[in-house]
């Protein structure tokens, strides 16, 4: 039932507009039978994890799509730090404030410093002029980020890592099925990293990647991802258990398979939020870059909107329409970056505007169009009427 007044508001005792919880990132699942029975083999063979044929077949599949060599993980997380590892990072680590902390942990965590870089307000990523500039002698790598399933400036940062002789990770945690210049993502940079997270567009309940085109790279990686073990009596490097088991290989095959049908999806739910949110006062649609995979719908609610960011985030939650503030309030003030930088956010100008003005939106198989034009009607009543909610909100 859609609102005639302020007061219909679930958050001022109104009936909320879905009697469901609609989520940002609600599982892509696929085909279930194909899952099942790819568990079932999986039992069957008592073949579980450690490089078993699912997943053989799942890297195989990757490096198809992404033209790349591909080592498979349990996690994105832990495959930012094999990569990093792997490439000998130390001293400094350039990298965007406006990601999901992963990135930024993944870097810390193997003793190198993050160097917080702001990004271009119109793409959200990384700004690779800006990045150039925080180059010093102890500058080892930048780590750009696909933020939102669409590419960074991957032209313009290699161009700086050539400049500077540093090492080029792309962290395409979000985009899976993202192309850039023609090529699939994955073929760029010295290794790109993804993930298949549940709430990704390729899953394998928990998962990730890493691609890369450097025969030795991938081989360090791999043993590295085992212990270290290359053989079954010899360990040649310092390692992690950071492999993929195969009920996750066998979700992941199965969710490959439907790759050009959950990108069609998205497409079309990105459309149809582009229309139904044209005209409302205030607020603007992320417009992804040529290649994207449409994983994530971004809205930013302008000053000029009668209604503030959180006060949105918190009417939508109400109706039960989990919009997700992401990536507020920027990686650089949170823990333990706050306290070790507390000054970084005075060049971190883009990120800090981005992260106060920036919402996502439900999107994926689970919503319907129905879903979404009423989600935009919602969002455009609160808009109009921003004014005497902001008010209310207030007073209680
Ligand atoms: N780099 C980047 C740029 C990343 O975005 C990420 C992860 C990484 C690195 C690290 O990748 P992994 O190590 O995770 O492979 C979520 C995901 O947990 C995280 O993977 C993802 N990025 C990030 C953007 O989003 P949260 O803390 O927002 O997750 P959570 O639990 O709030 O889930 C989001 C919503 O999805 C929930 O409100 C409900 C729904 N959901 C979630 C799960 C897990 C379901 O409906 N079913 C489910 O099974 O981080």
Redesign the pocket.
């Known amino acids: 039932m859609q609102k005639t007044t302020v007061a219909e508001l679930a958050f001022f005792g109104g009936q909320a507009l879905f009697n469901r919880l609609i989520?940002?990132?609600?599982?892509n699942i696929g085909s279930r039978d194909e899952v099942l029975a790819r568990v079932a083999q999986a039992l069957d063979a008592r073949r579980l994890t450690n490089f078993g044929p699912q997943t053989l077949e799942f890297e195989r599949r990757v490096s198809e799509l992404q033209n790349a060599m591909c080592v498979s993980t349990c996690?994105?997380?832990t495959a930012?730090q094999i990569a990093f590892r792997a490439l000998g990072l130390s001293g400094e680590i350039i990298v965007p404030a406006f990601?999901?902390i992963?990135?930024v942990h993944a870097i810390e965590w193997v003793g190198a410093t993050p160097v917080f870089c702001d990004i271009d307000p119109c793409t959200h990523t990384i700004d690779p002029a800006e990045a150039g500039r925080l180059v010093t002698a102890r500058t080892s790598a930048i780590v750009g980020?696909h933020?939102w399933g669409h590419a960074c400036d991957i032209a313009g940062l290699s161009t700086v890592a050539k400049r500077h002789k540093l090492s080029l990770v792309l962290?395409g945690?979000?985009a899976f099925g993202c192309s850039y210049d023609g090529q699939p993502i994955g073929s760029y940079g010295d290794a790109t990293v993804f993930?298949f997270?549940?709430?990704?567009i390729v899953n394998a309940f928990?998962g990730?990647a890493i691609t890369t085109s450097n025969p030795q790279l991938a081989e360090k990686a791999r043993l590295m991802s085992n212990f270290g073990f290359s053989d079954y009596d010899e360990v040649s490097s310092v390692g992690t258990n950071g492999k993929m088991n195969e009920a996750s290989a066998a979700m992941g095959l199965s969710s490959l398979g439907c790759l050009s049908d959950f990108i069609a999806i998205n497409r079309r739910n990105h459309e149809q939020y582009a229309h139904d949110l044209a005209g409302i006062s205030g607020i603007s649609l992320l417009c992804p870059r040529e290649g994207s995979n449409y994983h994530y719908v971004v809205i930013e609610v302008h000053d000029e909107c009668a209604i503030g960011r959180d006060e949105l985030y918190q009417l939508l939650w109400s109706e039960n329409v989990?919009a997700?503030r992401?990536y507020y309030p920027g990686c650089h003030a949170m823990e333990p970056y706050r306290s070790l930088f507390p000054d970084v956010r005075h060049r971190l100008p883009h990120t800090e505007r981005l992260a106060a003005r920036v919402l996502c939106l439900p999107t994926g198989t689970s919503v319907s169009a129905d879903d979404i034009q009423q989600i935009c009607r919602l969002i455009g009543f609160i808009a109009e009427h921003g004014a005497e909610a902001r008010a209310r909100l207030r007073n209680r």
């Open positions: 989520h940002v990132g609600t599982p996690n994105a997380t930012l990601t999901f992963a990135t980020v933020l962290d945690a979000q993930s997270h549940a709430t990704k928990e990730g989990l997700r992401y």
